[in-house]
C-alpha cells in the first residue's frame, strides 16, 4: 500500500510537470505555414502615440528589400549590416556551433524568409531617415584588428533639406553588445524634433534545432523596474491578449529563444514601447525614444546598445539590470538559481559540466540523506509487514472495509507509518524539478561534452545507453521495494521503468544523467537501510524466541 503510494506519488507530479510543459505549448503554439519571400513584410514605421511629432508616411510595407551588404568581424561575432536602413541582417556567434551542423557556427540574426529575425531602427519626423531609407558606406568589410578593442561601422544619409545623419555602430573586443549611435546634424534653417525606434522582427517560427519534446519559449519579452518581466507570446499578441508596460523611463526589450536573446538596451530616460503583428507570421517587439530638439546647425545624437548572443547567466546581469531575467525557472527560480551556481562553482573546479552534474547530484542526495533514509525504513517495514498484509487479503477477500480496519490495526500494532515513505519524497520533488529547469535553460551546458559517447549533454543520449541504464536502475529500486498485494499493481510497476526508459530516450543527456546518478544513490541507500531494518526485525525474532 505505501509502495503504491509513493511510486503513484513520483508518476504524478512528474506527470505534472510534463503537462505543465504541453500546456506551455498549447498556450504559445508557433504559427505552422511556410514563409514566403512575397509575404514577408518590414515593420511600419513606429509612431510615438503620446508625442505630438510628424510620423513618416504610413504605407503597407513591402517585400524585404536589400542594398549593400557591410561585413564585420569581432573576436566574438560576425556581423552583415545592410545599408537599407542599417538594420543588423545576418549575426553569426563565433564561439556556438550551429545545433544540426555542429561545422557551421551558430546563427542568431538572418534575413533567409523562413527563419526571418532581424534587428531595426530608425528616425521619426522631419522626413528622417527611417529603417526603408538608403545609407551610403565608406567600406563594406571590417574586421577587429589584432590588439585593438573596438571596430566603428559609419553609415551616411543626407537629406534634401541639408540635415546630415550618421548611423555608427560600434562593435568591441569579448562583448556580444554593439552600441547603435545617430549623431543627427540639423543643416536646415527649422528646428528639429525627431524620435529614434529600435525594433526586432521575427517570424513565429521556431529556432531550427529546438527541442521537441521539451518546452522552451520562444518570444519576445519587456522589462522594467516597476512591472519587472513580461513575456508576450506570438500567440498573446494573434489574441491582441498582450499586456506589458506601454510608457516608462527604464528597462528593455528582447526577443527571447532556448540559450540566445537579443535585446535593446536604452539608457534611462523616458521611452514607449510596443508590440504588434506585422503582417501573416511576422512580428516586431520595439521602443519610441525622444532625441530632444535640435536647433538649425546643431548636432544631437543618441545611442542605444544591442545585446545579441548567449544568455550566460554571470554576465547578462552586468549588462543590463533584469537581464538575467530571461534565463525563465518560473516559480522555482529561488530553487533553480542557487543550484546552477552551485553547478557552477563545481564546473570551475573539475572543468567538465557532466562530472559537475555527478557532483552536484551527490551533494543532493546528502542534503537529503535524513528525509531518504527515513523514508527507505517505512518502506522497509513495510516489505516486512508484506506476508502478514497478503494473508490479511485472503482472509478478508473483497470485504475492503474490514480488510481497511486490519491493516490499519496491523500498523499500529507494527509501529509504521503506512505514509511515511511518501512524506519524505514531497519535500524533494520541487529541487527535482528546479534541477530540471536549471539544467534545460543553461547555455552553458548547450554542446558541453561529459565523457565516451555523451559529447553534448544538452541533446539527448544518441546511442541511449543512458536512458537504458536509468531503466535498469528503476528496476532494481523496483525489486527492493514491497511488492503490492494487488497484482495488477504489481504489474503496473514492473513496466514503468520500461515506459519512463523511452520516455527518457528523448530528454538531454545532463537530466538523464541526473536521473541516472541519483538512481544509483538511492539503491545503494535503500538497500542499506533496508537490510538494516530486515537484520533488526530477525534478530528481535531470535529475541523472542528466547
Not at 505543465?20 to 505555414?33: L, R, S, T, Y
Not at 536589400?66 to 536602413?85: F, H, M, P
Not at 534575413?111 to 565608406?138: C, E, R, W
Not at 535524513?370 to 506476508?387: C, E, I, N
Amino acid at each position: 500500500m505505501d509502495t503504491q503510494r509513493l511510486i503513484l506519488f513520483i508518476v504524478f507530479s512528474f506527470s505534472i510537470l510534463m503537462l505543465w510543459d504541453a500546456w506551455q505549448k498549447e498556450q504559445h503554439p508557433a504559427p505552422v505555414g511556410q514563409i514566403t519571400q512575397e509575404k514577408t513584410e518590414i515593420a511600419q514605421t513606429p509612431t510615438p502615440t503620446a508625442r505630438a511629432v510628424d510620423a513618416p508616411t504610413k504605407d503597407s510595407g513591402g517585400p524585404l528589400q536589400s542594398g549593400e551588404r557591410v561585413k564585420v568581424q569581432t573576436d566574438l561575432i560576425y556581423a552583415e549590416i545592410d545599408t537599407l536602413g542599417g538594420d543588423v541582417r545576418r549575426l553569426e556567434l563565433l564561439k556556438h556551433h550551429d545545433t544540426q551542423d555542429k561545422s557551421k557556427n551558430f546563427v542568431l540574426l538572418e534575413d533567409d524568409p523562413k527563419q526571418l529575425y532581424i534587428a531595426q531602427s530608425g528616425l521619426i519626423g522631419n522626413d528622417l531617415p527611417t529603417h526603408k531609407s538608403l545609407f551610403s558606406a565608406v567600406a563594406t568589410h571590417y574586421k577587429l584588428s589584432e590588439g585593438a578593442n573596438e571596430v566603428q561601422v559609419r553609415l551616411t544619409w543626407a537629406g534634401a533639406n541639408g540635415i546630415k545623419v550618421d548611423k555608427i555602430f560600434t562593435f568591441r573586443k569579448g562583448s556580444y553588445v554593439v552600441d547603435v549611435t545617430y549623431e543627427i546634424l540639423n543643416g536646415s534653417p527649422t528646428r528639429l524634433e525627431p524620435h529614434a525606434y529600435f525594433q526586432l522582427v521575427r517570424n513565429g517560427q521556431p529556432p531550427l534545432g529546438n527541442p521537441k519534446f521539451v518546452s522552451t519559449y520562444t518570444g519576445f519579452a519587456i522589462y522594467t523596474e516597476k512591472d519587472k518581466f513580461n513575456k508576450i507570446s506570438f500567440s498573446d499578441i494573434d489574441k491582441n491578449k498582450a499586456s506589458y508596460p506601454k510608457q516608462s523611463d527604464d528597462g528593455w526589450v528582447a526577443m527571447v529563444q532556448h540559450y540566445f536573446l537579443s535585446s535593446w538596451l536604452p539608457a534611462n530616460q523616458p521611452r514607449e514601447y510596443y508590440a504588434k503583428k506585422l503582417g501573416e507570421d511576422l512580428y516586431d517587439v520595439g521602443v519610441v525614444l525622444p532625441v530632444g530638439a535640435i536647433e538649425p546647425g546643431s548636432m544631437k545624437k543618441i545611442t542605444v546598445p544591442l545585446y545579441s548572443g548567449p544568455q550566460e547567466q554571470d554576465h547578462l546581469s552586468k549588462v543590463a539590470p533584469g537581464l538575467n531575467l530571461v534565463v525563465d525557472y518560473g516559480i522555482l527560480t529561488v530553487i533553480s538559481a542557487p543550484l546552477f551556481w552551485v553547478l557552477a562553482w563545481l564546473n570551475k573546479l573539475v572543468q567538465n559540466w557532466g562530472v559537475a552534474i555527478i557532483l552536484l547530484t551527490v551533494l543532493i542526495k546528502l542534503a537529503f540523506y535524513p528525509l531518504s533514509a527515513k523514508s527507505y525504513r517505512s518502506m522497509a517495514q513495510m516489505r516486512v509487514l508484506g506476508p502478514k498484509l497478503q494473508k490479511l487479503k485472503e482472509q478478508y477477500g473483497d470485504d475492503r472495509q474490514r480488510l481497511h480496519t486490519a491493516m490499519m490495526e496491523l500498523y499500529k500494532t507494527e509501529k509504521v507509518n503506512p505514509l511515511g515513505g511518501c512524506l519524505p519524497v514531497v519535500v524533494q520533488i520541487p529541487v527535482f524539478i528546479a534541477l530540471y529547469w536549471a539544467l534545460l535553460n543553461s547555455v552553458e551546458m548547450r554542446q558541453a561534452p561529459f565523457m565516451l559517447w555523451v559529447h553534448d549533454l544538452s541533446a539527448p543520449d544518441p546511442y541511449y545507453i543512458l536512458p537504458i541504464v536509468m531503466g535498469i536502475t528503476m528496476i532494481i529500486q523496483t525489486k527492493l521495494n514491497p511488492t503490492p498485494p494487488d497484482p495488477i499493481q504489481a504489474k503496473v510497476m514492473m513496466i514503468m521503468p520500461i515506459a519512463f526508459s523511452i520516455f527518457f530516450f528523448f530528454f538531454p543527456a545532463g537530466l538523464v544523467l541526473y536521473w541516472v546518478v541519483n538512481n544509483t544513490l538511492s539503491i545503494a541507500q535503500q538497500w542499506y537501510v533496508t537490510h538494516g531494518v530486515e537484520q533488526a526485525k530477525a534478530a528481535a525474532k531470535g529475541h523472542g524466541k528466547h
